[in-house]
């Protein structure tokens, strides 16, 4: 049971180059959700997956686009990077809407 | 949008000193939860709390939800180096959306 897992762990971007982050989640949990923490900011909601087929806008959404593939998989696309998003991407999965399980993240740097 | 202020930003204590941080919102919330993050890994939850007043504990940890909905604390009492890292407090509100406090940075010297 590895809960909930991310790829890659650590990814360097050039502005504009486009990339896909992975989640996975084997609890097998309706809603899943991707947060980006940055310092001193704690960690900001970007898109959630209420279930398997739904995706909504969080606090951040401008710059990415998500696909709920299946139960399973939640993935966060950046179609053309920018430095703003040099961040580090968790991913998270919960029971309906009671407390979430973290992923271990990807660090993401754009040059 | 809902904002969670969470102090102290930082804690420098010695081993086995008790340790006390908390958590103020604007906003009421639903569910407090109380998460930990070490160094390169992602939150762990540490604690969750669903009714107003409550009072738990998770072996050298408690917390507590307040009256107000709007408040929440965590001791951690007789510290250890291993409680070393960030911890978080989240607000869980309206369709499963967490609202994290900043995070309290804790230092335990042995």
């Known amino acids: 049971n590895a809960g909930v897992t991310q790829t890659p762990k650590f990814q360097v971007l050039k502005t504009g180059q486009s990339m896909t982050l992975q989640c996975a989640q084997d609890?097998?949990?309706?809603?899943m959700y991707w947060y980006r923490q940055d310092p001193g900011m704690g960690l900001r909601l970007i898109y959630y997956?209420?279930?398997?087929?739904?995706?909504d806008k969080g606090e951040v959404p401008n710059g990415y686009n998500v696909s709920r593939l299946n139960k399973r998989e939640f993935s966060l696309r950046l179609e053309s990077a920018a430095p703003s998003q040099t961040s580090v991407y968790f991913c998270a999965s919960s029971v309906d809407r009671y407390e979430q399980y973290f992923g271990p993240g990807t660090r993401l740097t754009v040059t | 949008g809902q904002q969670l202020n969470q102090s102290p930003q930082s804690m420098f204590i010695q081993e086995g000193e008790d340790v006390s941080m908390n958590c103020t919102s604007s906003s009421i919330f639903n569910t407090w939860l109380w998460y930990k993050q070490d160094p390169g890994e992602g939150p762990v939850l540490l604690i969750a709390?669903?009714?107003?007043?409550e009072l738990t504990s998770n072996g050298r940890l408690t917390a507590q939800f307040g009256i107000t909905r709007k408040d929440s604390f965590l001791n951690i009492s007789a510290s250890i180096p291993s409680d070393v890292g960030i911890y978080f407090c989240?607000?869980?509100?309206?369709?499963?959306?967490?609202?994290f406090g900043q995070g309290t940075i804790l230092t335990v010297h042995p």
């Open positions: 989240a607000g869980l509100g309206s369709y499963g959306k967490l609202t």
């Open positions: 997956s209420a279930s398997e087929g739904t995706t």
């Open positions: 609890m097998n949990h309706n809603s």
């Open positions: 709390l669903y009714k107003a007043g």
